[in-house]
């Protein structure tokens, strides 16, 4: 069974977003399915909604694509990100249920020059050690 909202009275399926992002992006569904490494009649099943898609395939049309993960899944916000950071930290709080210091620790880390990246790395391994 497809996963459905109903927007303005209109059910807009999970499946009806993807195709949506597919001809958006003027991708046969072939072209789709081999950006994402899935087989075209994969993206047929979807698509149709006699299929739903892994949590993987939904990372991988929103890595690929650069597709807003709440849009995706729940046609939440702006259908594109513009910045693909923002994506790939969204599918992390989705995913492993992160709340709000979480993210920031992930930012601010992922904000660090290399050489403080490495002072952080050496800090957390001592600990382990202790």
Request: charged letters at 25%.
């Given at each position: 069974m497809d996963i459905i909202t109903i927007v303005g009275g209109i059910i807009v399926t999970l499946g009806?977003?993807?195709?949506?992002?597919?001809e958006d992006n003027g991708a046969t569904q072939e072209e789709f399915a081999n950006k994402i490494r899935l087989a075209?009649?994969?993206?047929?099943?979807?698509?149709?909604?006699?299929?739903?898609?892994?949590?993987?395939?939904?990372?991988?049309?929103?890595?690929?694509?650069?597709?807003?993960?709440?849009?995706?899944?729940?046609?939440?916000?702006e259908i594109y990100n513009h910045n693909s950071n923002d994506s790939i930290?969204?599918?992390?709080?989705?995913?492993?249920d992160l709340d709000d210091l979480d993210i920031q620790i992930i930012e601010g880390y992922l904000k660090l020059p290399p050489i403080e990246r490495q002072v952080f790395k050496n800090y957390i391994k001592n600990i382990g050690n202790a």
């Amino acid at each position: 069974m497809d996963i459905i909202t109903i927007v303005g009275g209109i059910i807009v399926t999970l499946g009806e977003r993807i195709r949506h992002i597919r001809e958006d992006n003027g991708a046969t569904q072939e072209e789709f399915a081999n950006k994402i490494r899935l087989a075209r009649n994969t993206i047929t099943l979807i698509e149709s909604g006699r299929r739903n898609p892994s949590e993987r395939t939904l990372a991988d049309i929103c890595s690929v694509f650069h597709v807003n993960y709440l849009w995706l899944k729940d046609e939440v916000g702006e259908i594109y990100n513009h910045n693909s950071n923002d994506s790939i930290i969204l599918l992390l709080k989705s995913e492993y249920d992160l709340d709000d210091l979480d993210i920031q620790i992930i930012e601010g880390y992922l904000k660090l020059p290399p050489i403080e990246r490495q002072v952080f790395k050496n800090y957390i391994k001592n600990i382990g050690n202790a």
